[in-house]
């Protein structure tokens, strides 16, 4: 499997010949290098229907008919806006062609903003566990820290966790280290950082604050294989 990091929250797996991405948010992402016009994946996982996660979405899945797999309201939502999904809560999985899907509790809140300042309710906030190939890739989303991050390490040992590090909206470094502490995963990701002047983090001082367990602070476009 291929995973590689396009700033804010965007993931990008490559597992089973398709292509998955993570809450695309693209346009208003000063720090991605993907273009909206150029994304054609087969499937979007969204975390939650905040308008930095959502981002594109609706674009891109309406050019290359991609299937939304998100929180059950939000995917809701996005179904009234013609596309294709499917939805799911905390704690359920599901087997797809492409790989098996969990949510997880996130500790966050959860609306998306339409173009008209319309609030929509969009359910519960999730974390994204993705398992395919063997591995285990576990997006936590917006997250603060809470405990039962280690009931998800127990319960799924983890390969690789793509950690919030941006502090104010999630978890800041010293908090994320220690998520890293509670999860154990093999190596761990810093993301949501540095997008907004608010999040401004140093990804090198969360890899300091952890001990005992790999930090990889990938580039935009960085490619990482496992
Ligand atoms: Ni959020
Ligand atoms: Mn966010």
Do not use: W
Not at 53 to 58: A, L
Not at 201 to 211: G, I, R, Y
């Amino acid at each position: 499997m291929q995973v590689s990091y396009h700033g804010h929250s965007i993931v990008k797996l490559k597992t089973r010949g398709k292509v998955i991405l993570f809450d695309p948010f693209i346009t208003g992402n000063h720090l991605t290098d993907l273009i909206v016009e150029d994304e054609k994946p087969d499937v979007i996982l969204l975390t939650h229907g905040h308008n930095d996660h959502v981002g594109d979405t609706v674009a891109i899945a309406k050019s290359c008919e991609a299937l939304i797999v998100a929180p059950f309201e939000l995917a809701n939502y996005l179904e009234s806006q013609g596309l294709n999904v499917h939805g799911m809560n905390p704690g359920g999985s599901h087997e797809f062609d492409f790989g098996t899907v969990k949510l997880t509790k996130a500790f966050h809140s959860s609306s998306y903003t339409t173009r008209g300042n319309e609030v929509v309710y969009t359910g519960q906030p999730a974390g994204i566990l993705f398992m395919a190939e063997g591995k285990t890739i576990y997006h936590a989303g917006d997250t603060g820290l809470f405990g039962d991050m280690e009931l998800i390490g127990k319960r799924h040992p983890i390969d690789v966790a793509f950690l919030p590090i941006g502090d104010n909206f999630t978890m800041g470094p010293t908090d994320a280290a220690f998520a890293v502490e509670l999860l154990r995963p093999a190596v761990s990701i810093p993301i949501h950082f540095n997008t907004f002047p608010v999040i401004k983090q140093d990804p090198a001082l969360f890899k300091t604050l952890v001990k005992g367990h790999q930090v990889k602070v990938l580039d935009v476009g960085e490619i990482l294989d496992c």
